[in-house]
């Protein structure tokens, strides 16, 4: 509820300084990105509970990804119909547009909360059984355990294919956020078009990332799961050397609309697939897979507040208005292109690995059989059972 005040003039504080009004809409901000946060990390963390198979969960983040698309594109489809009705005849947007941006944002709000409420209202989470027997409950918490060790929280960071993945899952949300940030100003500073093409333009980059979703699923099927990322890194790429070799008016007609599918198909494939890596890391640790998510958003967030404090504060336009036409153009080739390396260079590193195997795995199976017996020592009553679990428990499940 926090995300319309964005939209709105400062209450009670339209005249005051810099400084204060940085407070009044930092702390709105911050507020919504715990709420975000929250439902996203706990909406992810559903996939890996729903189903062991990788091929079923790339489906699961493709339907989901499609729907997250869907949103914006309902979003951006308001905006342009606002503008189209509200249009004087101006060019750029200006602070008279205010008003079309809070009618945009409340109309969200109030459609994802209604969703929402339908989510919790008519979803139904399937009830734990509840034994009659304590040690029956043990039993199948051991049958489970024996087949692989359960990592905890603070498990995973001794892994390094956690750090691999957070830093593929970094370099996706990066290149997908900042084109997503910075189109509609290289639309309106750089290429000065029409503020409608404020809207179009986006709108393309979802259209084709919505369509492009369901697709994934079969590239991962008949590529595989590292060469349909690689597969986008490369259609990443190609939008960055378009971008940067667009020029003149055919460009700004035609081609510009070539380059957003280009990053809609790119970036869908890119955070389907990703989503899909963390998932696989995660496999059958599902206790501790919010935490896994929940770490990936961290990094991607900080990520990308850093790579935009950086390029607005390198942005010239206060100092040298000569530079400033061509500065997000260069945002999008440079700041987009370094984050697909970036990614490529984390492919690279899991390339001879298999996603979600363990180091030390045997250690952690021995650690996972300690700490389940002495969590059930009490429930084993009057001495008349041992502890389900030995440290040769590998050697039996075999």
Same mark, same amino acid.
């Given at each position: 509820?926090?995300?319309?005040?964005?939209?709105?003039? *400062?209450?009670? *504080?339209?005249?005051?300084?810099?400084?204060?009004?940085?407070?009044?809409? #930092?702390?709105?901000?911050?507020?919504?990105?715990?709420?975000?946060? /929250?439902?996203?990390?706990?909406?992810?963390?559903?996939?890996?509970?729903?189903?062991?198979?990788? +091929?079923?969960?790339?489906?699961?983040?493709?339907?989901?990804?499609?729907?997250?698309?869907?949103?914006?594109? *309902? &979003?951006?489809?308001?905006?342009?119909?606002?503008?189209?009705?509200? $249009?004087?005849?101006?060019?750029?947007?200006?602070?008279?547009?205010?008003?079309?941006?809070?009618?945009?944002?409340?109309?969200?709000? #109030?459609?994802?909360?209604?969703?929402?409420?339908?989510?919790?209202?008519?979803?139904?989470?399937?009830?734990?059984?509840?034994?009659?027997?304590?040690?029956? +409950?043990?039993?199948?918490?051991?049958?489970?355990?024996?087949?692989?060790?359960?990592?905890?929280?603070?498990?995973?960071? &001794?892994?390094?294919?956690?750090? !691999?993945? /957070?830093?593929?899952?970094?370099?996706?949300?990066?290149?997908?956020?900042?084109?997503?940030?910075?189109?509609?100003?290289?639309?309106?500073?750089?290429?000065?078009?029409?503020?409608?093409?404020? /809207?179009?333009?986006?709108?393309?980059?979802?259209?084709?990332?919505?369509?492009?979703?369901?697709?994934?699923?079969?590239?991962?099927?008949?590529?595989?799961?590292?060469?349909?990322?690689?597969?986008? +890194?490369?259609? /990443?790429?190609?939008?960055?050397?378009?971008?940067?070799?667009?020029?003149?008016?055919?460009?700004?007609?035609?081609?510009?609309?070539?380059?957003?599918?280009?990053?809609?198909?790119?970036?869908? %494939?890119?955070?389907?697939?990703?989503?899909?890596?963390?998932?696989?890391?995660?496999?059958?640790? %599902? &206790?501790?897979?919010?935490?896994?998510? #929940?770490? !990936?958003?961290?990094?991607?967030?900080? =990520?990308?507040?850093?790579?935009?404090?950086?390029?607005? $504060?390198?942005?010239?336009?206060?100092?040298?208005? &000569?530079? +400033?036409?061509?500065?997000?153009?260069?945002?999008?080739? @440079?700041?987009?292109?370094? =984050?697909?390396?970036?990614?490529? @260079?984390?492919?690279?590193?899991?390339?001879?690995?298999?996603? #979600?195997?363990?180091?030390?795995?045997?250690?952690?199976?021995?650690?996972?059989?300690?700490?389940?017996?002495?969590?059930?020592?009490?429930?084993?009553?009057?001495?008349?059972?041992?502890?389900?679990?030995?440290?040769?428990?590998?050697?039996?499940?075999?």
């Amino acid at each position: 509820m926090s995300f319309p005040f964005l939209f709105m003039e *400062c209450i009670s *504080c339209s005249n005051s300084s810099q400084d204060a009004k940085f407070l009044y809409y #930092g702390a709105f901000i911050v507020i919504f990105q715990f709420g975000w946060a /929250a439902v996203q990390v706990s909406h992810l963390s559903l996939i890996p509970d729903l189903t062991p198979l990788s +091929c079923e969960r790339v489906e699961l983040n493709s339907y989901r990804y499609a729907m997250t698309v869907l949103s914006n594109i *309902c &979003t951006y489809v308001a905006l342009l119909i606002i503008f189209g009705v509200s $249009d004087k005849g101006e060019k750029h947007t200006g602070p008279k547009d205010l008003p079309i941006f809070k009618n945009v944002a409340l109309s969200v709000v #109030g459609v994802g909360a209604f969703f929402s409420l339908m989510f919790h209202l008519f979803t139904k989470e399937k009830e734990h059984p509840h034994y009659s027997d304590q040690q029956q +409950c043990v039993i199948n918490e051991a049958s489970e355990m024996i087949e692989k060790p359960h990592l905890r929280w603070k498990d995973w960071f &001794t892994q390094p294919q956690f750090y !691999m993945v /957070a830093l593929l899952y970094m370099s996706t949300r990066l290149y997908v956020n900042l084109s997503q940030v910075y189109m509609p100003m290289y639309i309106e500073d750089t290429l000065e078009l029409h503020k409608n093409k404020i /809207a179009i333009i986006p709108l393309v980059i979802f259209i084709s990332g919505f369509l492009s979703s369901f697709l994934v699923k079969f590239l991962r099927r008949y590529l595989g799961i590292k060469a349909t990322y690689f597969l986008g +890194c490369m259609l /990443a790429i190609a939008s960055c050397i378009w971008i940067y070799l667009g020029e003149g008016e055919s460009y700004s007609t035609y081609h510009l609309y070539a380059v957003a599918v280009l990053i809609g198909v790119a970036g869908s %494939t890119l955070l389907i697939i990703s989503l899909a890596f963390t998932s696989d890391l995660i496999a059958n640790s %599902t &206790t501790s897979g919010a935490f896994v998510f #929940g770490s !990936m958003s961290f990094v991607d967030k900080l =990520a990308n507040g850093v790579a935009v404090v950086i390029i607005q $504060d390198l942005n010239p336009s206060m100092s040298d208005c &000569t530079s +400033c036409k061509w500065y997000y153009k260069y945002v999008l080739v @440079f700041s987009c292109g370094v =984050a697909v390396l970036l990614g490529l @260079f984390a492919l690279t590193c899991l390339l001879p690995q298999s996603v #979600g195997t363990r180091r030390n795995e045997e250690q952690l199976h021995r650690n996972s059989i300690i700490r389940h017996n002495r969590k059930h020592a009490n429930s084993i009553q009057n001495g008349e059972s041992k502890p389900l679990l030995s440290e040769e428990s590998d050697s039996c499940s075999t």
